[in-house]
């Protein structure tokens, strides 16, 4: 039974930086986490994400080199550095955790099974 809160979205300009943070209720080392990001009318879709142990990251192909995912067990948090936005950036981003100890990570969302609210990245030309 795991809450997740996200934060750290907001406005920016093209070429900006924002950093996103998961805060789980609880301990989180035994999940794969990751992050999605949506846009109305179309599906959820991968971002990054991050083994139990931090042994392994995974980026779609339009992120890569720009976000860089990690985590904190201790702390229980995940996070998303974004750098070099872009306008197609613009999305709702979602925390999302799976209790998995694996050295693969799922980038399917209905392989996770539990989700945060969501934060809004915007970012405009």
């Known amino acids: 039974q795991v809450q997740l809160v996200e934060s750290g979205g907001g406005l920016v300009q093209a070429g900006d930086s924002l950093r996103l943070s998961c805060a789980a209720s609880?301990?989180?080392?035994?999940?794969?986490m990751a992050w999605f990001r949506q846009t109305p009318g179309k599906e959820r879709e991968f971002v990054a994400g991050?083994?139990?142990?931090?042994?392994?990251?995974d980026y779609a192909d339009a992120v890569k080199g720009r976000f860089s995912i990690s985590r904190d067990n201790t702390n229980s948090i995940a996070y998303l550095q974004m750098n070099s936005l872009k306008p197609e950036d613009t999305a709702a981003y979602y925390c999302?955790?799976?209790?998995?100890?694996?050295?693969?990570?799922?980038?399917?969302?209905?392989?996770?099974?539990?989700w945060g609210q969501g934060t809004q990245v915007t970012v405009s030309s």
């Open positions: 609880g301990p989180v080392s035994t999940f794969t």
């Open positions: 991050i083994t139990w142990n931090g042994g392994r990251t």
């Open positions: 999302a955790l799976r209790w998995r100890l694996e050295v693969t990570i799922p980038t399917m969302p209905n392989d996770y099974e539990y």
